[in-house]
Protein backbone atom coordinates (compact mmCIF):
# COMPACT_ATOMS: atom_id res chain seq x y z
CA UNK A 1 0.00 0.00 0.00
CA UNK A 2 2.92 2.32 0.51
CA UNK A 3 4.53 1.39 -2.70
CA UNK A 4 1.15 2.14 -4.34
CA UNK A 5 0.50 5.42 -2.96
CA UNK A 6 4.29 6.96 -3.49
CA UNK A 7 4.17 5.81 -6.84
CA UNK A 8 0.90 7.39 -7.42
CA UNK A 9 1.87 10.62 -5.60
CA UNK A 10 4.37 10.99 -8.82
CA UNK A 11 2.57 9.59 -11.81
CA UNK A 12 0.59 11.85 -14.11
CA UNK A 13 -1.55 8.43 -14.54
CA UNK A 14 -1.93 4.75 -13.76
CA UNK A 15 -2.65 1.42 -15.56
CA UNK A 16 -5.23 -0.59 -12.81
CA UNK A 17 -4.18 -4.36 -14.19
CA UNK A 18 -7.57 -7.07 -13.63
CA UNK A 19 -7.25 -10.38 -14.10
CA UNK A 20 -9.84 -12.29 -16.37
CA UNK A 21 -10.30 -15.16 -14.72
CA UNK A 22 -10.51 -13.87 -10.47
CA UNK A 23 -11.92 -10.03 -11.46
CA UNK A 24 -11.65 -7.54 -9.30
CA UNK A 25 -9.90 -8.26 -5.91
CA UNK A 26 -9.32 -6.27 -3.03
CA UNK A 27 -6.37 -4.67 -4.22
CA UNK A 28 -8.30 -3.39 -7.35
CA UNK A 29 -10.22 -1.63 -5.16
CA UNK A 30 -8.01 -0.08 -2.64
CA UNK A 31 -5.81 1.14 -5.74
CA UNK A 32 -8.84 2.72 -7.18
CA UNK A 33 -9.93 4.25 -3.90
CA UNK A 34 -6.26 5.87 -4.17
CA UNK A 35 -6.07 6.81 -7.48
CA UNK A 36 -9.79 8.25 -7.33
CA UNK A 37 -8.61 10.23 -4.10
CA UNK A 38 -5.71 11.39 -5.64
CA UNK A 39 -7.89 12.50 -9.15
CA UNK A 40 -5.28 10.13 -11.14
CA UNK A 41 -6.50 9.77 -14.77
CA UNK A 42 -6.44 5.31 -15.24
CA UNK A 43 -6.65 2.72 -17.94
CA UNK A 44 -7.79 -0.54 -16.97
CA UNK A 45 -5.86 -3.49 -18.20
CA UNK A 46 -7.80 -7.19 -18.24
CA UNK A 47 -4.67 -9.39 -18.01
CA UNK A 48 -4.53 -13.08 -18.31
CA UNK A 49 -7.31 -13.74 -20.97
CA UNK A 50 -5.93 -17.18 -22.35
CA UNK A 51 -6.30 -18.54 -18.56
CA UNK A 52 -8.75 -20.92 -17.64
CA UNK A 53 -11.88 -19.31 -16.89
CA UNK A 54 -10.79 -16.00 -18.37
CA UNK A 55 -14.02 -14.07 -19.53
CA UNK A 56 -13.59 -10.22 -20.34
CA UNK A 57 -16.96 -9.68 -21.24
CA UNK A 58 -17.92 -10.79 -17.36
CA UNK A 59 -15.13 -8.62 -16.00
CA UNK A 60 -16.01 -5.48 -17.89
CA UNK A 61 -19.50 -5.87 -16.11
CA UNK A 62 -18.09 -6.58 -13.37
CA UNK A 63 -15.67 -3.05 -13.53
CA UNK A 64 -18.68 -1.23 -14.26
CA UNK A 65 -21.07 -2.44 -11.48
CA UNK A 66 -18.32 -1.60 -9.41
CA UNK A 67 -16.33 1.36 -10.29
CA UNK A 68 -19.37 2.97 -12.70
CA UNK A 69 -20.61 3.20 -16.02
CA UNK A 70 -17.63 5.28 -16.98
CA UNK A 71 -15.19 2.37 -17.41
CA UNK A 72 -15.48 1.94 -21.32
CA UNK A 73 -14.01 -1.23 -23.51
CA UNK A 74 -11.87 0.59 -26.18
CA UNK A 75 -10.92 -3.18 -27.48
CA UNK A 76 -12.56 -6.13 -27.83
CA UNK A 77 -10.62 -10.04 -27.16
CA UNK A 78 -10.58 -12.14 -30.05
CA UNK A 79 -10.87 -15.99 -28.47
CA UNK A 80 -10.68 -16.71 -24.75
CA UNK A 81 -8.44 -19.30 -22.80
CA UNK A 82 -6.52 -21.55 -24.88
CA UNK A 83 -8.01 -19.82 -28.19
CA UNK A 84 -7.17 -16.73 -27.30
CA UNK A 85 -5.71 -14.88 -30.69
CA UNK A 86 -5.46 -10.85 -29.83
CA UNK A 87 -7.37 -8.05 -29.83
CA UNK A 88 -9.66 -5.58 -31.70
CA UNK A 89 -9.65 -1.97 -31.23
CA UNK A 90 -13.26 -0.47 -31.11
CA UNK A 91 -12.15 3.01 -32.45
CA UNK A 92 -11.42 2.57 -35.82
CA UNK A 93 -13.01 -1.08 -36.77
CA UNK A 94 -15.81 -1.62 -38.36
CA UNK A 95 -18.30 -5.34 -38.36
CA UNK A 96 -17.07 -6.35 -41.78
CA UNK A 97 -13.03 -6.04 -40.65
CA UNK A 98 -13.19 -8.30 -37.33
CA UNK A 99 -13.48 -11.66 -36.71
CA UNK A 100 -17.11 -13.12 -37.52
CA UNK A 101 -16.63 -14.80 -33.69
CA UNK A 102 -16.98 -10.81 -32.14
CA UNK A 103 -18.77 -9.08 -35.07
CA UNK A 104 -21.85 -9.20 -32.91
CA UNK A 105 -20.86 -7.31 -30.22
CA UNK A 106 -18.90 -4.92 -32.26
CA UNK A 107 -21.57 -3.01 -32.76
CA UNK A 108 -22.97 -2.16 -29.24
CA UNK A 109 -19.76 -1.70 -27.13
CA UNK A 110 -18.13 1.20 -30.01
CA UNK A 111 -21.51 2.71 -29.89
CA UNK A 112 -20.75 3.41 -25.79
CA UNK A 113 -17.87 4.17 -26.62
CA UNK A 114 -18.53 6.59 -29.35
CA UNK A 115 -20.89 8.68 -27.01
CA UNK A 116 -19.20 8.46 -23.54
CA UNK A 117 -16.52 10.12 -26.33
CA UNK A 118 -18.39 12.59 -27.13
CA UNK A 119 -20.30 13.41 -24.23
CA UNK A 120 -16.76 15.29 -23.54
CA UNK A 121 -17.08 18.05 -25.92
CA UNK A 122 -20.10 20.22 -26.67
CA UNK A 123 -18.70 20.39 -30.57
CA UNK A 124 -18.29 16.41 -30.40
CA UNK A 125 -22.05 15.63 -28.47
CA UNK A 126 -23.85 18.16 -31.20
CA UNK A 127 -22.18 16.39 -34.13
CA UNK A 128 -23.33 13.01 -32.76
CA UNK A 129 -26.92 14.51 -31.47
CA UNK A 130 -27.56 15.34 -34.97
CA UNK A 131 -26.59 11.98 -36.71
CA UNK A 132 -23.33 12.49 -38.14
CA UNK A 133 -20.43 10.28 -37.57
CA UNK A 134 -17.27 10.88 -35.97
CA UNK A 135 -14.16 10.84 -37.02
CA UNK A 136 -11.36 8.26 -35.51
CA UNK A 137 -9.22 11.49 -34.70
CA UNK A 138 -12.51 13.23 -33.12
CA UNK A 139 -12.85 9.87 -31.13
CA UNK A 140 -9.19 10.09 -29.75
CA UNK A 141 -9.75 13.07 -29.05
CA UNK A 142 -12.59 13.44 -26.78
CA UNK A 143 -11.71 10.06 -25.16
CA UNK A 144 -8.25 11.82 -24.14
CA UNK A 145 -9.97 14.78 -22.78
CA UNK A 146 -12.51 12.57 -20.64
CA UNK A 147 -9.32 10.15 -19.43
CA UNK A 148 -7.52 13.90 -18.31
CA UNK A 149 -10.83 14.81 -16.54
CA UNK A 150 -11.90 11.64 -14.63
CA UNK A 151 -15.09 11.18 -17.31
CA UNK A 152 -13.51 8.09 -19.06
CA UNK A 153 -11.28 5.05 -18.20
CA UNK A 154 -10.66 3.09 -21.05
CA UNK A 155 -10.59 -0.93 -20.46
CA UNK A 156 -7.92 -2.47 -22.72
CA UNK A 157 -7.54 -6.12 -22.92
CA UNK A 158 -4.80 -9.14 -23.35
CA UNK A 159 -2.20 -11.16 -22.06
CA UNK A 160 1.15 -10.54 -20.70
CA UNK A 161 2.42 -13.82 -20.60
CA UNK A 162 2.10 -14.16 -24.43
CA UNK A 163 2.71 -10.19 -25.18
CA UNK A 164 -0.56 -9.82 -26.60
CA UNK A 165 -2.21 -6.53 -26.21
CA UNK A 166 1.16 -4.76 -24.69
CA UNK A 167 2.05 -2.40 -28.11
CA UNK A 168 -1.43 -1.75 -27.80
CA UNK A 169 -1.65 -0.86 -23.90
CA UNK A 170 1.80 1.09 -24.47
CA UNK A 171 0.28 3.26 -27.35
CA UNK A 172 -3.22 3.86 -25.10
CA UNK A 173 -0.43 5.27 -22.21
CA UNK A 174 0.94 7.20 -24.86
CA UNK A 175 -2.75 8.58 -26.54
CA UNK A 176 -4.52 9.23 -23.67
CA UNK A 177 -2.85 9.53 -20.08
CA UNK A 178 -1.48 12.98 -19.36
CA UNK A 179 2.03 13.85 -19.70
CA UNK A 180 3.37 16.13 -17.41
CA UNK A 181 3.21 19.22 -19.53
CA UNK A 182 -0.55 18.65 -19.66
CA UNK A 183 -0.92 17.95 -15.76
CA UNK A 184 0.76 21.77 -16.03
CA UNK A 185 1.77 23.59 -13.04
CA UNK A 186 1.86 22.20 -8.81
CA UNK A 187 2.16 24.14 -6.17
CA UNK A 188 5.27 24.49 -3.67
CA UNK A 189 6.05 26.23 -0.43
CA UNK A 190 9.18 28.76 -0.61
CA UNK A 191 11.10 27.66 2.60
CA UNK A 192 12.25 31.29 2.95
CA UNK A 193 9.01 33.55 2.58
CA UNK A 194 6.48 30.56 3.73
CA UNK A 195 4.26 31.61 0.83
CA UNK A 196 3.02 29.46 -1.78
CA UNK A 197 4.60 29.07 -5.49
CA UNK A 198 3.38 27.76 -8.63
CA UNK A 199 6.05 25.30 -10.38
CA UNK A 200 5.89 25.04 -14.08
CA UNK A 201 7.46 21.64 -15.59
CA UNK A 202 10.01 23.10 -17.55
CA UNK A 203 13.79 22.35 -17.20
CA UNK A 204 14.99 25.91 -16.94
CA UNK A 205 12.66 26.59 -13.68
CA UNK A 206 13.89 25.98 -10.11
CA UNK A 207 15.12 23.17 -8.92
CA UNK A 208 11.92 21.36 -7.38
CA UNK A 209 12.47 17.15 -7.03
CA UNK A 210 10.08 14.69 -4.47
CA UNK A 211 12.19 12.08 -2.87
CA UNK A 212 9.43 9.11 -3.16
CA UNK A 213 11.29 5.69 -2.63
CA UNK A 214 14.68 4.48 -0.51
CA UNK A 215 15.98 1.43 -1.13
CA UNK A 216 19.40 -0.30 0.41
CA UNK A 217 21.00 -1.56 -3.21
CA UNK A 218 23.33 -4.45 -2.17
CA UNK A 219 26.41 -2.60 -5.24
CA UNK A 220 25.44 1.00 -5.04
CA UNK A 221 24.53 0.85 -0.96
CA UNK A 222 21.51 3.83 -0.13
CA UNK A 223 19.48 4.53 -3.29
CA UNK A 224 17.12 7.73 -3.46
CA UNK A 225 14.69 7.55 -6.17
CA UNK A 226 12.97 10.88 -7.27
CA UNK A 227 11.07 12.73 -9.53
CA UNK A 228 11.75 15.90 -10.52
CA UNK A 229 9.00 18.67 -11.01
CA UNK A 230 10.57 21.69 -12.27
CA UNK A 231 14.33 22.80 -13.08
CA UNK A 232 16.91 20.28 -13.49
CA UNK A 233 18.99 18.35 -11.68
CA UNK A 234 22.79 16.87 -12.76
CA UNK A 235 25.02 14.28 -11.79
CA UNK A 236 28.46 15.60 -10.13
CA UNK A 237 26.37 19.09 -8.36
CA UNK A 238 24.92 19.82 -5.39
CA UNK A 239 21.51 20.24 -3.87
CA UNK A 240 19.72 21.89 -1.12
CA UNK A 241 17.10 19.47 0.92
CA UNK A 242 14.79 21.88 2.48
CA UNK A 243 13.66 19.71 4.54
CA UNK A 244 16.55 18.74 6.93
CA UNK A 245 18.11 22.36 5.88
CA UNK A 246 21.56 20.95 4.73
CA UNK A 247 22.99 20.65 1.56
CA UNK A 248 23.78 16.98 -0.21
CA UNK A 249 26.24 16.33 -2.73
CA UNK A 250 24.87 14.43 -5.89
CA UNK A 251 26.99 11.77 -7.11
CA UNK A 252 26.16 10.21 -10.50
CA UNK A 253 22.26 10.23 -11.71
CA UNK A 254 20.76 7.12 -12.93
CA UNK A 255 17.51 6.57 -14.55
CA UNK A 256 15.63 3.06 -13.73
CA UNK A 257 15.23 0.00 -16.31
CA UNK A 258 13.59 -2.80 -14.27
CA UNK A 259 15.96 -4.21 -12.00
CA UNK A 260 18.89 -2.24 -13.94
CA UNK A 261 20.41 1.57 -13.69
CA UNK A 262 21.27 3.58 -16.50
CA UNK A 263 23.79 6.57 -15.66
CA UNK A 264 22.29 10.19 -17.15
CA UNK A 265 23.82 13.59 -16.94
CA UNK A 266 21.11 14.82 -15.96
CA UNK A 267 17.03 14.26 -14.70
CA UNK A 268 14.81 16.86 -16.02
CA UNK A 269 11.26 18.29 -15.39
CA UNK A 270 9.16 15.62 -15.93
CA UNK A 271 11.57 12.64 -15.35
CA UNK A 272 11.44 10.00 -12.72
CA UNK A 273 15.52 8.88 -11.44
CA UNK A 274 17.57 7.87 -9.24
CA UNK A 275 21.10 8.82 -6.89
CA UNK A 276 22.96 7.06 -4.89
CA UNK A 277 24.48 7.86 -1.18
CA UNK A 278 22.85 10.47 -0.34
CA UNK A 279 23.53 10.82 3.40
CA UNK A 280 20.34 12.19 5.17
CA UNK A 281 17.78 12.11 2.54
CA UNK A 282 14.60 10.35 2.89
CA UNK A 283 11.33 9.71 1.56
CA UNK A 284 9.38 12.75 1.05
CA UNK A 285 11.94 15.25 0.83
CA UNK A 286 12.59 18.16 -1.46
CA UNK A 287 15.64 18.18 -3.34
CA UNK A 288 15.94 22.01 -4.63
CA UNK A 289 18.51 25.17 -4.72
CA UNK A 290 20.25 27.04 -1.72
CA UNK A 291 19.31 30.26 -3.46
CA UNK A 292 15.21 29.22 -4.15
CA UNK A 293 14.41 26.41 -1.31
CA UNK A 294 11.01 25.13 -2.10
CA UNK A 295 9.22 21.98 -0.22
CA UNK A 296 6.96 20.11 -1.81
CA UNK A 297 3.87 18.59 -0.34
CA UNK A 298 4.67 15.38 1.22
CA UNK A 299 3.52 11.85 0.56
CA UNK A 300 1.10 10.56 2.94
CA UNK A 301 1.22 7.30 3.44
CA UNK A 302 -0.93 5.02 5.43
CA UNK A 303 -0.56 5.01 9.44
CA UNK A 304 0.56 1.17 10.75
CA UNK A 305 -2.14 -1.08 12.74
CA UNK A 306 -0.33 -3.92 13.49
CA UNK A 307 2.70 -4.00 16.57
CA UNK A 308 4.94 -6.78 17.08
CA UNK A 309 7.84 -6.89 19.31
CA UNK A 310 11.09 -7.83 17.94
CA UNK A 311 13.93 -9.63 19.74
CA UNK A 312 17.26 -10.39 18.56
CA UNK A 313 17.71 -14.24 18.41
CA UNK A 314 21.61 -14.09 19.37
CA UNK A 315 24.02 -11.99 20.90
CA UNK A 316 25.42 -10.97 17.20
CA UNK A 317 21.93 -9.99 16.17
CA UNK A 318 21.43 -7.50 18.74
CA UNK A 319 24.10 -5.26 18.04
CA UNK A 320 22.97 -4.80 14.16
CA UNK A 321 19.11 -4.71 15.09
CA UNK A 322 19.43 -1.16 15.73
CA UNK A 323 21.15 -0.20 12.21
CA UNK A 324 18.90 -2.72 10.46
CA UNK A 325 15.94 -1.60 11.94
CA UNK A 326 16.17 2.05 11.17
CA UNK A 327 17.43 1.12 7.58
CA UNK A 328 14.20 -0.76 6.94
CA UNK A 329 11.74 2.08 8.51
CA UNK A 330 13.65 4.39 5.69
CA UNK A 331 13.06 1.63 2.32
CA UNK A 332 9.40 1.32 3.81
CA UNK A 333 7.78 4.35 4.79
CA UNK A 334 4.67 2.30 5.84
CA UNK A 335 6.76 0.13 8.62
CA UNK A 336 7.61 2.59 12.08
CA UNK A 337 9.97 1.18 14.52
CA UNK A 338 9.75 2.71 18.51
CA UNK A 339 11.07 1.80 22.01
CA UNK A 340 8.46 1.50 24.14
CA UNK A 341 10.40 3.00 27.79
CA UNK A 342 7.24 1.69 29.79
CA UNK A 343 7.71 -1.76 28.24
CA UNK A 344 11.21 -1.33 27.30
CA UNK A 345 10.59 -3.49 24.23
CA UNK A 346 11.06 -2.40 20.51
CA UNK A 347 7.75 -2.36 18.61
CA UNK A 348 7.59 -2.79 15.03
CA UNK A 349 4.43 -1.43 13.28
CA UNK A 350 3.18 -2.71 9.51
CA UNK A 351 0.42 -2.43 7.35
CA UNK A 352 -0.82 -6.41 8.42
CA UNK A 353 0.31 -10.26 9.09
CA UNK A 354 1.90 -10.46 5.91
CA UNK A 355 3.54 -7.04 5.92
CA UNK A 356 5.19 -7.74 9.05
CA UNK A 357 6.48 -11.35 8.43
CA UNK A 358 7.92 -10.15 5.21
CA UNK A 359 9.94 -7.24 6.99
CA UNK A 360 11.11 -9.62 9.48
CA UNK A 361 11.96 -11.79 6.58
CA UNK A 362 14.01 -8.89 4.65
CA UNK A 363 15.85 -8.09 7.59
CA UNK A 364 17.30 -11.50 7.20
CA UNK A 365 17.64 -12.00 3.60
CA UNK A 366 19.33 -8.49 3.04
CA UNK A 367 20.42 -6.92 6.34
CA UNK A 368 21.66 -10.37 7.93
CA UNK A 369 19.67 -9.70 11.32
CA UNK A 370 17.54 -12.98 12.21
CA UNK A 371 14.83 -11.64 14.89
CA UNK A 372 11.98 -13.12 16.73
CA UNK A 373 8.69 -11.59 17.33
CA UNK A 374 5.80 -11.39 19.89
CA UNK A 375 2.54 -10.14 20.56
CA UNK A 376 3.91 -6.56 22.47
CA UNK A 377 3.12 -6.16 26.33
CA UNK A 378 0.58 -3.18 27.07
CA UNK A 379 2.31 -0.45 28.69
CA UNK A 380 -0.15 0.09 31.85
CA UNK A 381 0.28 2.33 34.81
CA UNK A 382 -0.24 2.30 38.38
CA UNK A 383 -2.43 5.00 40.32
CA UNK A 384 -4.06 5.85 44.02
CA UNK A 385 -8.05 6.96 44.51
CA UNK A 386 -7.55 8.25 47.88
CA UNK A 387 -5.19 10.71 49.70
CA UNK A 388 -2.79 8.64 52.31
CA UNK A 389 0.23 9.48 54.35
CA UNK A 390 3.22 6.96 54.90
CA UNK A 391 5.95 6.71 57.38
CA UNK A 392 9.23 5.19 56.85
CA UNK A 393 12.23 4.83 59.06
CA UNK A 394 15.30 2.80 57.97
CA UNK A 395 17.93 2.79 60.35
CA UNK A 396 20.31 0.02 60.78
CA UNK A 397 23.32 -0.53 62.94
CA UNK A 398 26.40 -2.51 61.67
CA UNK A 399 29.39 -1.39 64.44
CA UNK A 400 31.34 2.11 63.33
CA UNK A 401 28.56 4.16 61.44
CA UNK A 402 25.14 2.88 60.98
CA UNK A 403 22.39 4.15 58.54
CA UNK A 404 19.29 6.38 59.51
CA UNK A 405 16.83 7.80 57.56
CA UNK A 406 13.42 8.84 58.47
CA UNK A 407 10.44 10.27 56.30
CA UNK A 408 6.98 11.35 56.45
CA UNK A 409 4.94 11.53 53.11
CA UNK A 410 1.87 12.34 52.07
CA UNK A 411 0.65 10.79 48.47
CA UNK A 412 -2.56 12.09 47.12
CA UNK A 413 -4.04 11.21 43.61
CA UNK A 414 -3.53 14.07 40.61
CA UNK A 415 -6.35 14.12 37.38
CA UNK A 416 -5.41 11.65 34.56
CA UNK A 417 -2.84 12.47 32.23
CA UNK A 418 -0.89 15.37 34.90
CA UNK A 419 2.16 12.67 35.31
CA UNK A 420 4.06 12.39 39.24
CA UNK A 421 4.95 15.28 40.99
CA UNK A 422 7.23 15.51 43.87
CA UNK A 423 7.10 18.46 46.59
CA UNK A 424 8.44 19.39 49.84
CA UNK A 425 6.76 21.10 52.91
CA UNK A 426 9.32 20.62 55.73
CA UNK A 427 9.99 23.11 58.92
CA UNK A 428 12.20 23.10 60.83
CA UNK A 429 15.05 20.97 59.13
CA UNK A 430 13.71 17.80 60.32
CA UNK A 431 14.83 16.50 56.77
CA UNK A 432 18.09 18.85 56.49
CA UNK A 433 17.81 20.48 53.03
CA UNK A 434 21.28 18.27 51.51
CA UNK A 435 19.34 14.81 52.12
CA UNK A 436 16.27 15.98 50.17
CA UNK A 437 17.34 15.31 47.05
CA UNK A 438 17.91 11.78 47.65
CA UNK A 439 14.66 11.90 49.16
CA UNK A 440 13.01 12.65 45.58
CA UNK A 441 15.00 10.36 44.10
CA UNK A 442 14.30 7.34 45.67
CA UNK A 443 10.37 8.73 45.42
CA UNK A 444 10.86 8.68 41.61
CA UNK A 445 13.11 5.39 41.11
CA UNK A 446 10.05 3.92 42.96
CA UNK A 447 7.13 5.39 40.97
CA UNK A 448 9.34 4.41 37.74
CA UNK A 449 9.40 0.72 38.96
CA UNK A 450 5.79 0.73 40.05
CA UNK A 451 4.64 -1.26 43.37
CA UNK A 452 1.68 -3.35 42.57
CA UNK A 453 2.61 -4.81 39.04
CA UNK A 454 6.05 -3.31 38.41
CA UNK A 455 4.25 -1.11 35.94
CA UNK A 456 5.26 3.21 36.50
CA UNK A 457 3.01 5.03 39.44
CA UNK A 458 0.99 7.73 37.41
CA UNK A 459 -1.41 10.76 38.04
CA UNK A 460 0.40 11.26 42.03
CA UNK A 461 1.87 13.96 44.39
CA UNK A 462 4.55 12.82 46.68
CA UNK A 463 5.00 15.48 49.39
CA UNK A 464 7.65 15.27 51.79
CA UNK A 465 6.23 16.96 54.93
CA UNK A 466 8.18 15.54 58.11
CA UNK A 467 11.15 13.20 58.81
CA UNK A 468 14.26 13.10 61.03
CA UNK A 469 17.78 12.50 60.86
CA UNK A 470 20.88 11.67 62.56
CA UNK A 471 24.14 13.42 63.22
CA UNK A 472 26.30 11.00 62.41
CA UNK A 473 24.16 7.91 60.55
CA UNK A 474 22.37 9.88 58.28
CA UNK A 475 23.09 9.89 54.39
CA UNK A 476 21.77 10.19 51.23
CA UNK A 477 21.49 6.55 50.85
CA UNK A 478 19.56 6.06 54.25
CA UNK A 479 16.91 8.54 52.80
CA UNK A 480 16.62 7.04 49.04
CA UNK A 481 16.01 3.79 50.97
CA UNK A 482 13.32 5.66 53.77
CA UNK A 483 12.02 7.43 50.85
CA UNK A 484 11.56 3.98 48.59
CA UNK A 485 9.55 1.92 51.55
CA UNK A 486 7.95 5.23 52.08
CA UNK A 487 6.61 5.51 49.04
CA UNK A 488 5.39 1.56 48.70
CA UNK A 489 3.66 1.52 51.89
CA UNK A 490 1.67 4.80 50.76
CA UNK A 491 1.03 3.33 47.19
CA UNK A 492 -0.43 0.09 48.64
CA UNK A 493 -2.67 1.99 51.28
CA UNK A 494 -3.88 4.39 48.80
CA UNK A 495 -6.69 1.68 47.16
CA UNK A 496 -3.98 1.55 43.89
CA UNK A 497 -5.69 0.73 40.49
CA UNK A 498 -4.32 -0.26 37.30
CA UNK A 499 -4.77 1.91 34.17
CA UNK A 500 -5.01 1.16 30.51
CA UNK A 501 -4.07 2.84 27.02
CA UNK A 502 -7.31 3.61 25.64
CA UNK A 503 -7.54 4.26 21.31
CA UNK A 504 -9.23 6.47 19.27
CA UNK A 505 -10.23 3.68 16.32
CA UNK A 506 -12.04 4.58 13.03
CA UNK A 507 -12.88 1.70 11.45
CA UNK A 508 -14.11 1.99 7.55
CA UNK A 509 -16.22 -0.86 5.71
CA UNK A 510 -18.59 -1.95 3.01
CA UNK A 511 -22.11 -1.61 4.75
CA UNK A 512 -22.94 -5.26 4.88
CA UNK A 513 -20.18 -5.75 7.29
CA UNK A 514 -21.40 -3.13 10.14
CA UNK A 515 -23.37 -5.45 11.79
CA UNK A 516 -20.38 -7.86 12.58
CA UNK A 517 -18.03 -5.42 13.28
CA UNK A 518 -20.47 -3.70 15.90
CA UNK A 519 -20.72 -7.25 17.52
CA UNK A 520 -16.84 -7.63 17.34
CA UNK A 521 -16.10 -4.42 18.88
CA UNK A 522 -18.65 -5.00 21.55
CA UNK A 523 -16.39 -8.43 22.43
CA UNK A 524 -13.49 -5.66 22.84
CA UNK A 525 -14.87 -3.14 25.52
CA UNK A 526 -14.96 -0.66 22.52
CA UNK A 527 -17.05 2.85 23.07
CA UNK A 528 -18.63 3.36 19.65
CA UNK A 529 -18.64 7.29 19.49
CA UNK A 530 -20.64 7.48 16.28
CA UNK A 531 -21.36 6.27 12.88
CA UNK A 532 -20.88 8.28 9.27
CA UNK A 533 -22.72 6.12 6.64
CA UNK A 534 -22.30 7.13 2.95
CA UNK A 535 -21.76 5.91 -0.92
CA UNK A 536 -21.89 2.27 0.83
CA UNK A 537 -18.99 2.64 3.11
CA UNK A 538 -19.35 3.02 6.69
CA UNK A 539 -17.24 5.00 8.91
CA UNK A 540 -17.21 3.85 12.57
CA UNK A 541 -15.71 6.02 15.61
CA UNK A 542 -15.00 4.48 18.45
CA UNK A 543 -12.71 4.28 21.96
CA UNK A 544 -11.14 0.77 22.11
CA UNK A 545 -8.47 -0.72 25.24
CA UNK A 546 -5.27 -0.96 23.54
CA UNK A 547 -5.27 -4.76 24.96
CA UNK A 548 -8.26 -5.70 22.48
CA UNK A 549 -6.54 -4.16 19.44
CA UNK A 550 -3.01 -5.90 19.05
CA UNK A 551 -4.47 -8.53 16.83
CA UNK A 552 -7.17 -6.53 15.00
CA UNK A 553 -6.06 -6.18 11.71
CA UNK A 554 -6.25 -9.63 11.38
CA UNK A 555 -9.53 -9.66 12.98
CA UNK A 556 -10.81 -6.76 10.60
CA UNK A 557 -9.24 -8.93 7.25
CA UNK A 558 -11.21 -11.85 8.38
CA UNK A 559 -14.29 -10.43 9.15
CA UNK A 560 -14.74 -7.55 5.94
CA UNK A 561 -12.74 -10.58 3.56
CA UNK A 562 -9.73 -7.74 3.27
CA UNK A 563 -11.89 -5.01 2.77
CA UNK A 564 -11.95 -3.05 5.81
CA UNK A 565 -9.38 -0.53 6.79
CA UNK A 566 -8.68 1.30 9.81
CA UNK A 567 -6.49 3.68 11.78
CA UNK A 568 -6.18 3.86 15.22
CA UNK A 569 -4.21 6.87 18.07
CA UNK A 570 -3.78 7.21 22.12
CA UNK A 571 -6.71 8.77 23.25
CA UNK A 572 -5.66 8.48 27.33
CA UNK A 573 -5.67 6.08 29.82
CA UNK A 574 -8.39 4.61 31.84
CA UNK A 575 -8.43 2.43 34.96
CA UNK A 576 -8.69 -1.25 33.85
CA UNK A 577 -11.95 -3.16 34.90
CA UNK A 578 -10.89 -5.17 38.45
CA UNK A 579 -11.54 -8.67 37.48
CA UNK A 580 -8.95 -8.04 34.55
CA UNK A 581 -6.89 -5.97 36.90
CA UNK A 582 -6.10 -8.77 39.13
CA UNK A 583 -5.06 -11.20 36.37
CA UNK A 584 -2.89 -8.52 35.01
CA UNK A 585 -0.94 -7.98 38.00
CA UNK A 586 -0.60 -11.86 38.60
CA UNK A 587 0.81 -12.20 35.14
CA UNK A 588 3.49 -9.45 35.31
CA UNK A 589 4.83 -10.72 38.47
CA UNK A 590 5.66 -14.29 37.20
CA UNK A 591 6.02 -13.61 33.94
CA UNK A 592 9.93 -14.11 32.60
CA UNK A 593 12.67 -11.60 31.41
CA UNK A 594 12.62 -12.10 27.40
CA UNK A 595 15.78 -12.57 25.85
Known amino acids: MGEVKAALRVAEGAVIVVCAASGIEVGTEFVWKYAEDMGIPRIIYINKLDRENADFFKTVEQIEATFGRKCVPIQIPVG ?53 ELTEQELRRGL ?39 KGSIKAKNAKTQQDETLEPDASAPLAALVFKTTADPYVGKLTYLRVYSGTIKSDSSVWNANKKHAERIGQLYTILGKSQEAVPQIVAGDIGAVAKLTDTGTSDTLCSQEHPLILEAIEFPSPILRVAVYPRTKADLDKMGPALTRLSEEDSTITIHKDTVTAETVLSGMGEAHVDASVEKLKRKFGVD ?79 GVISGYPVTDIKVTLYDGSSHPVDSSDMSFKIAASHAV ?40 VLGMSPGDGINIIDAQVPLAEMLRYAIDLR ?6 GSYTMEFSNYEEVPEHLAQRIIEDSKKEPEKA
Open 80 to 132: AESSFKGVVDLIPAKSSEVPAAVADKIDSLRDKLVEAAAETDDDLIAKYLEGE
Open 144 to 182: RSGVAEGKIVPILAGSALQSEGIAELMDAICNYLPSPRD
Open 488 to 527: KKGVSDGHPVLLEPMMNVQITIPDAFTGDIMSDLNGKRAK
Open 558 to 563: SITQGR
Open 371 to 449: LKTDIPKIPYQETITSSVKAEYKHKKQTGGHGQYGHVLLELEPLPRGTGSEFAKRVVGGSVPKNYIPAVEKGVNETLND
